[in-house]
């Protein structure tokens, strides 16, 4: 019998083997994060040569992300010590990925990397998509680092080769990391923007290419920027994740319409970068006054947590009729699955332990703290659901080892959801009993949060209109 997809098909969605390391992707970076938005899919062309370019804080995740939102074949331009790694070299030469040698390993020598741009031109010749991260290597910090021109030599490269007009389409995509190496903690939104102009650059600076990958490597820049929040530091993103919970909230108890379920990430994402502006305006001017509402913010969350909720919340009614109704809704569905979760997390407890202790041992940097995590329990989980298989069958004998490889990855998943739940009630019911011993604490928090809107809001009409609705990343 003869395959009925067309080798143009295949090409383009890749290889038995890119798809299942996809699917395993997928799988792992849907268990490690508890959220994960995509905004502007529909931007991804279903055809033709495309250079994806993002930027880069979080080592091979980032690339894993991309990979699997993408649902074209990606040819990946990783660092070329990675392939010399036990386990991520192996999944890499699967994927097709092409090998870059840094100006560490490169030295002086340029031919070093001949060979990459050979295989990323042929690529997008043949109509592929081909994934760069400009910054030229990875960071943890909620910043862009200057760009390289290698996405913009690409595009050019591709014209050369072509031998005339071969126009790429250059997608720039942020990624933006909240807890980027908390298990379940860790959420991000990649932001693809629209495709980079190159057209009228090829047009009028054919004679002068030094110059056309300046102005495409200015115009990137600015078009990733656009598209992530930059901040100091992750601790900074998580007081703005607090103080933009608290003015929703706030603008919703005004009554004012909030954003369509398919806008929410893409407002947020505007509505953080707005802020992001102000502050870089009035810390210059008057910094005083970013400095009060930043101590007014950590307190405000100082509060929260020692209650025990978040922000979103607050605005709910404590009522005992109330609290009587979700705890037993929830405390039901608890019991019912409580048998499994708990023969999920013995069965799991152990490899999750081991990869807690494994991660540290191996002293690497914030950036690659995730991508760690993945790799080690790749190895620990298997290896260690092998012994208690064994353990199993030697104990108990062939049925119940059936039982138990039917029950793994189900108790598994369960023992996740399970745990998570019981962590909202009791987050829940601590709330209540706070809120019960002391009758004014939903109200003075309630009123913090109020405050914290309105010295937000004061402190925007401070701010020129021009600087906050400025879009480039130098605003301010």
Request: a positive charge; charged letters at 25%; proline letters at 6%.
């Amino acid at each position: 019998m003869h395959s009925t997809r067309s080798p143009r098909t295949r090409k383009t969605q890749g290889t038995i083997a890119y798809r299942l390391v996809r699917m395993m992707i997928r799988l792992l970076l849907w268990l490690f994060y508890r959220r994960i938005d995509v905004v502007g899919r529909e931007r991804i062309p279903p055809d033709g040569g495309v250079i994806v370019a993002a930027n880069h804080h979080n080592s091979v995740v980032d690339a894993m992300l991309i990979i699997a939102t993408v649902p074209r074949a990606v040819t990946v331009l990783a660092n070329a010590p990675l392939f010399r790694h036990p386990l991520v070299g192996p999944l890499l030469r699967m994927l097709g990925a092409v090998p870059v040698n840094r100006r560490l390993e490169a030295g002086d020598d340029p031919r070093r990397n001949e060979g990459m741009f050979t295989a990323a031109i042929d690529a997008l010749r043949a109509g592929g998509v081909v994934l760069i991260f400009p910054e030229g290597r990875t960071q943890p910090q909620p910043i862009l680092l200057p760009l390289r021109t290698g996405a913009a030599r690409l595009a050019l490269g591709l014209e050369r080769a072509a031998g005339g007009p071969h126009l790429v389409t250059l997608l720039p995509v942020g990624i933006v990391f909240h807890d980027p190496g908390i298990f379940r903690s860790a959420s991000v939104q990649l932001t693809i923007g629209a495709p980079v102009a190159t057209a009228d650059i090829f047009a009028s600076h054919r004679e002068r290419p030094e110059e056309a990958v300046r102005v495409i490597t200015a115009r990137l820049t600015e078009s990733i920027g656009e598209r992530i929040v930059e901040a100091e530091d992750h601790y900074t993103l998580g007081l703005l994740a607090v103080l933009e919970r608290a003015w929703w909230e706030e603008a919703a108890r005004r009554g004012e319409p909030a954003p369509a379920p398919d806008k929410i990430a893409e407002q947020a994402l505007a509505w953080k970068r707005q802020v992001m502006r102000a502050a870089r305006y009035l810390g210059e001017r008057e910094p005083q006054l970013v400095a009060e509402l930043r101590r007014r913010v950590e307190r405000y969350r100082g509060h929260l947590d020692e209650v025990g909720i978040a922000s979103e919340q607050l605005g709910r009614t404590y009522t005992a009729r109330f609290m009587v109704s979700y705890v037993a809704a929830n405390v039901l569905w608890l019991a019912l699955c409580l048998p499994l979760a708990c023969w999920g997390i013995a069965c799991h407890a152990v490899p999750y332990w081991m990869t807690g202790q494994i991660v540290p041992w191996l002293g690497r940097t914030l950036e690659e703290e995730a991508t760690d995590k993945m790799a080690v329990g790749l190895v620990i989980y298997p290896l260690l659901w092998g012994v208690e298989g064994w353990l199993v069958w030697r104990l108990a004998g062939l049925a119940p080892l059936l039982a138990f490889l039917l029950l793994l990855a189900p108790s598994g998943l369960l023992a996740l959801a399970w745990r998570e739940r019981l962590g909202r009630v009791a987050g829940q019911a601590r709330a209540f009993l706070r809120f019960l011993a002391d009758r004014d604490l939903h109200r003075r928090l309630l009123d913090e949060r109020r405050a914290l809107a309105e010295e937000l809001r004061a402190l925007a009409d401070r701010v020129p209109p021009e600087v906050l609705s400025h879009g480039t990343r130098d605003a301010g």
